[in-house]
Structures are given as structure tokens and as C-alpha cells.
């Protein structure tokens, strides 16, 4: 199975993303924060990263940035529910800063597995769309 990163500074999504995503044998790691998330990804290589868009510090913008920079070829999902005006730019701006999928929250952990699947597969050069939308 894969490693999954998950970004976010709400401690219950980490924890049920955790919990789906540990269900099916991947193997998880999250941060509360942006800077904690990059660090993590900088001492252990993960598979998979999982970035809230909307988090306090430094935002799930910019840390797809950051990371598509140090890792061009990093499956990144872009998940937020962080209201009104984050949703409606929410796939074209997490596309434009190197996001290889998205989810709105909420979703459910049938919409998280095959969100990975589908980055997991587009990573490995199958066929498919360049960008996977759950």
C-alpha cells in the first residue's frame, strides 16, 4: 500500500482521514500545519500528500506551491470546504498551484479512496485524465 501525508489543522478530519485510509493497509502521517506537513515530507518521502486548502499560517495554496517545487511529480489532493468564495475557484486554483486532484468537503471515505486511486494511478503514468476530480 501507499504513504499518505495528510495536511490539515482540523485535528478530527486528520483523524478520519487517518482512520479510512489506515482501514485499507496505507500506511499515515499528518500535521497540523503547512510548515509541519512540508518538514515531514522533507525527512520521509510519502506517496501521496493531502492538503487542506484553507489553514492558518501559511494556506494549502501556497504549501502545493512549496511542494510541487521540491517534488514536481508528488500526487497532491486539495481538499476544503472553506466556504462560498474558496468553493467556487476551488478546482481552478488548486489545478493552477499543481494539485493532481480535488475533493469538497465534506466527503465520504469511498470519495477519499478512489481520489487516491486515481492519483495513485495518473502518478504511474496510466492512462487517464491529467487531472483526476472526485
Excluded: C, W
Excluded at 14 to 24: G, H, N, P
Excluded at 36 to 60: H, N, T, W, Y
Amino acid at each position: 500500500m501507499s504513504r499518505i501525508l495528510v495536511i490539515d489543522d482540523d485535528r478530527f478530519v486528520r483523524t478520519s482521514i487517518r482512520a479510512v485510509l489506515e482501514s485499507v493497509g496505507h500506511e499515515v502521517a499528518d500535521a497540523g500545519d503547512a510548515d509541519a506537513g512540508i518538514e515531514l515530507q522533507r525527512l520521509s518521502l510519502f506517496d501521496v500528500v493531502i492538503v487542506d486548502l484553507v489553514m492558518p499560517q501559511k494556506e494549502g495554496l501556497e504549501t502545493i506551491r512549496e511542494l510541487k517545487n521540491d517534488y514536481p511529480d508528488l500526487p497532491i489532493i486539495a481538499i476544503s470546504g472553506g466556504g462560498e468564495i474558496i468553493r467556487k475557484n476551488f478546482v481552478e486554483a488548486a489545478e493552477l498551484f499543481g494539485a493532481t486532484s480535488t475533493l469538497e468537503k465534506p466527503f465520504g471515505g469511498e470519495d477519499l479512496l478512489n481520489a487516491i486511486e486515481q492519483v495513485l494511478l495518473v502518478h504511474s503514468g496510466q492512462p487517464g485524465d491529467d487531472v483526476a476530480r472526485a
